[in-house]
């Protein structure tokens, strides 16, 4: 079955920096990619999706890129906030009624 | 727009004690559901989920059951609680092209 890793674990950057949080998928025919934003206490928010056909998509600050070949994909936030403050969860699936395989989370802090 | 319940927000239980907590989900028909739990710190570890009416498959082996009685609406019940039951429950709904949203969550503590 599909399995997720992503890095790193923990990721803290100073206020006005950018964050890199990545994820490698192992199964060749997944073909979507959420990415959720966990604050405590809360459930996890989607904030940004890709899909397989596409290589890259951007909402303000933040943008997803998918690399099939090697698969693997990304997560950037640009310009961060303190309130971008939060643990991120990459997930993957083959979509229809398969279930996402999520990652273990990235805790970020973002350093006023 | 599509809105997802669940209750209670805060619970605590003693061992041994039965389990009931309930999802709903408004403005959609026919979605996918999932039960997640969340221990403190850590991943998102899925339980159970259904695609339709009466059918449930299960992710992991243990004393948590599930029921979709009606289209929009996922129970999950356990008879007998044990410690290893606390966490943060979460219910989620899909759509067919795999957008997944979750609902506020369950903070169980069993005592």
């Given at each position: 079955?599909?399995?997720?890793e ?16 990545k994820c490698t998928?192992?199964d ?29 998509k951007?909402?303000?600050r933040i943008a ?13 936030i ?11 969860f990459?997930a ?5 009624n ?6 273990k989370?990235?805790?970020l802090?973002?350093i006023? | 727009?599509?809105?997802i ?13 039965p ?11 026919n979605p ?6 969340q221990?403190?710190g ?7 989920y259904s695609?339709?009416?009466g ?14 009685p009606?289209d929009?609406?996922f129970i999950l ?12 429950y979460?219910c ?10 979750f609902?506020p969550?369950?903070r169980?503590t069993?005592?």
């Amino acid at each position: 079955g599909e399995n997720v890793e992503q890095h790193p674990s923990t990721l803290s950057v100073q206020e006005g920096d950018s964050a890199v949080i990545k994820c490698t998928y192992s199964d060749s025919a997944s073909n979507y990619f959420p990415w959720y934003k966990q604050e405590l206490g809360k459930g996890p928010q989607l904030i940004i999706d890709i899909r397989s056909n596409v290589g890259e998509k951007k909402d303000q600050r933040i943008a997803v890129t998918l690399n099939k070949t090697a698969k693997h994909f990304s997560l950037h936030i640009t310009e961060t906030q303190p309130e971008d403050s939060a643990v991120y969860f990459c997930a993957a699936s083959k979509g229809g009624n398969t279930p996402l395989v999520f990652g273990k989370g990235t805790r970020l802090s973002v350093i006023a | 727009s599509q809105t997802i319940h669940q209750w209670p927000a805060t619970l605590v239980q003693p061992v041994g004690s039965p389990l009931s907590l309930e999802c709903t989900v408004e403005g959609t028909s026919n979605p996918n559901l999932y039960w997640y739990r969340q221990a403190a710190g850590r991943g998102l570890q899925l339980l159970f989920y259904s695609v339709g009416i009466g059918q449930i498959s299960s992710e992991v082996p243990q004393n948590l059951s599930a029921s979709r009685p009606q289209d929009r609406q996922f129970i999950l019940s356990s008879k007998k609680l044990l410690l290893s039951d606390s966490g943060f429950y979460l219910c989620a709904w899909a759509r067919r092209r795999g957008e997944q949203y979750f609902g506020p969550g369950t903070r169980l503590t069993v005592t």
